[in-house]
Nanobody
Framework: QVQLVESGGGLVQAGGSLRLSCAAS????????MGWFRQAPGKEREFVAA????????YYADSVKGRFTISRDNAKNTVYLQMYSLNPEDTAVYYC????????????????????WGQGTQVTVSS
């Protein structure tokens, strides 16, 4: 089993920044990659960013490209999401996800690529 614990959410004014963290624990030795998704009230969960654990290749949703940066610390089994120039449309619950222990199928931008999820952390951007 793998546990994912997010932290770093909160309330920020428009134009501000936040850094989310997601620490993975448990059987993480075959971690293929991790990603961030978000879900705003009344909307479906959507892809934000992802990183391939070994190569460090990153992927971003068009809506956050140039404002958000995903990174990882291999030694700490932790992935980060640095968010700049936040706007009210970024308000959502942000979820960390990981693919561990089995070959992934499809694209990292798709929820089914992942087999472990965190509990989510709230990000609220005020105007």
């Amino acid at each position: 089993q793998v546990q994912l614990v997010e932290s770093g959410g909160g309330l920020v004014q428009a134009g501000g920044s936040l850094r989310l963290s997601c620490a993975a624990s448990g059987r993480t030795f075959s971690n293929y990659g991790m990603g961030w998704f978000r879900q705003a009230p009344g909307k479906e969960r959507e892809f934000v960013a992802a990183i391939i654990w070994g190569r460090g290749t990153t992927y971003y949703a068009d809506s956050v490209k140039g404002r958000f940066t995903i990174s990882r610390d291999n030694a700490k089994n932790t992935v980060y999401l640095q968010m700049y120039s936040l706007n009210p449309e970024d308000t959502a619950v942000y979820y960390c996800a990981a693919r561990v222990g089995g070959p992934p199928i499809g694209s990292m931008t798709n929820m089914v690529w992942y087999n472990y999820w965190g509990q989510g952390t709230q990000v609220t951007v005020s105007s």
